[in-house]
């Protein structure tokens, strides 16, 4: 089984809040709860807008065993 999800990208500009990623966060809890074993992305960017924010999702997913899968590539600006 699969779950997907999608995250609104926020221009680097702007800088992140602290809550930006919770949909993401509340995704691999549920996922890991119900024995869910790979999630799917829209694209790369929305697993971050930088390199700390990309870094600290994936180990998100890793510390809660979880696959990814990336659905399609989003020309980069």
């Known amino acids: ?3 997907g999800y999608n995250h609104r990208m926020v221009s680097p500009d ?6 930006k990623f919770d949909d993401f966060d509340r995704m691999c809890r549920e996922a890991k709860g119900n024995g869910i074993a790979r999630v799917i992305v829209a694209n790369p960017q929305v697993l971050g807008d930088n390199y ?3 870094v600290s ?8 065993n979880l696959m990814l ?6 020309p980069l600006p």
Do not use: C, R, Y
């Open 69 to 74: 899968s990336i659905a399609s590539a989003k």
């Open 57 to 64: 999702n994936l180990n998100k997913l890793a510390q809660a």
């Open 1 to 3: 089984m699969t779950l």
């Open 14 to 19: 702007i800088p992140s809040n602290p809550g």
């Open 52 to 54: 700390a924010e990309l």
